[in-house]
């Protein structure tokens, strides 16, 4: 490991991970009675108490621009947070924020994202509870930065998804179209949004999409493929779970415009990111349900994409178009730093 820290670092693949686990590594104290800490590495943790069950999430914004088709820093920052909750299972109901700006920011830019902020929560039912502000000098931070705290309960009749849990045999299904969120933003950061048309961030909550699938099948294993985009969370589903996974390229829905900017960018777009999507891991009696139930709901995109095997431990296939298998590795290096 490199004794700087580089943008490879910040992007959300190998790098991150090794990072991440080196410096925490000294924590003692990684739970609160034995409920989902920071061993887990998962999206939020855990805290049981003898008359709750709580998940929280905290996750920092700081995407580069911070306006972009589809949503804002703000509707960015909602939204991650809530999702971040909502996939191991529980409902969203409180939130904090965190704001630094930069001195000279524009008051209307502010009040637009922190509209979208509000917006966001208050149309999922999530309590604002309080947050902090604070200003730099100018050119000590890069406009803005948020950092959001979302706070949900699992039901008593509601068992804790984890991305650990996928079991041998799952179908692996994934809500709709993959890498929007990352497509746009890198084409963006490369100066070449004549070419988006009508394509925009996926940016948007989860929370429905995850209560569709709980109420039509046995969900064992669930992640939002942000930093790193599926390919990352199928690694992270496989490695944790003591599983393989394999996945049809045929299967994976992607738009063409994102597929057209993944070539001219030079990118896999099965290593972009999303802000609104989910891959799971469903017992496979339940799988057709989900995503039929997914599609009447309005997710027509829904697809079964591949299965979960026993062998080859911690490994993800990719089946090709052309009837070839790949291993789909974690993304390494700058694939688009401050994508969220």
């Known amino acids: 490991m ?38 887990y ?26 306006f972009f088709p589809g949503g804002n820093i703000g509707k960015l920052a909602a939204t991650g947070s809530i999702n971040d909750v909502a996939v191991m299972g529980a409902s969203p109901v409180a939130a904090l924020d965190s704001i630094v700006v930069e001195e000279g920011f524009s008051l209307r830019d502010l009040e637009e994202i922190i509209d979208s902020l509000v917006k966001v929560f208050e149309s999922e039912g999530v309590a604002l ?7 730099m000098p100018k050119g000590k931070i890069d406009k803005i930065v948020i950092t959001t705290v979302v706070i949900g309960y699992l039901p008593d009749s ?33 100066g070449i949004d004549a070419e988006l048309g009508e394509l925009k961030s996926d940016c948007m909550p989860v929370t429905r999409v995850m209560k569709i699938a709980m109420e039509n099948g046995e969900i064992h294993a669930a992640k939002d493929p942000t930093r790193g985009g599926l390919a990352m969370a199928l690694n992270e589903i496989a490695e944790k779970s003591g599983v393989s996974v394999i996945v049809d390229e045929e299967e994976i829905p992607i738009r063409d415009e994102v597929i057209a900017l993944s070539e001219m960018l030079g990118v896999d777009p099965l290593s972009l990111a999303c802000e609104g999507r989910v891959v799971m891991t469903v017992d496979p009696n339940d799988a057709e349900n989900v995503v039929k139930a997914l599609h009447r709901n309005g997710f027509s995109d829904a697809r079964i994409i591949g299965e979960v095997k026993k062998e080859d431990e911690g490994i993800v296939l990719l089946r090709t178009k052309a009837g070839g298998l790949r291993i789909l590795e974690k993304p390494t290096g700058e694939l688009t730093p401050r994508i969220c």
């Open 2 to 39: 490199s004794d700087r820290i580089t943008l490879a670092h910040g992007a959300g693949g190998k790098e991150m991970e090794a990072l991440i686990r080196k410096l925490f590594a000294r924590v003692k104290l990684r739970s609160i009675n034995n409920a989902v800490g920071l061993d």
């Open 41 to 66: 590495f998962d999206d939020a943790s855990q805290i049981i108490t003898s008359t709750s069950n709580v998940i929280v999430s905290i996750d920092s914004y700081t995407v580069d621009p911070i």
């Open 129 to 135: 509870l309080g947050g902090d502000f604070k200003v």
């Open 158 to 190: 509601h068992k804790i998804i984890l991305d650990s849990k996928a079991r041998p045999g799952d179908k692996v299904i994934v809500s709709g179209t993959i890498g929007e969120h990352g497509a746009v933003i890198t084409a963006l950061r490369m």
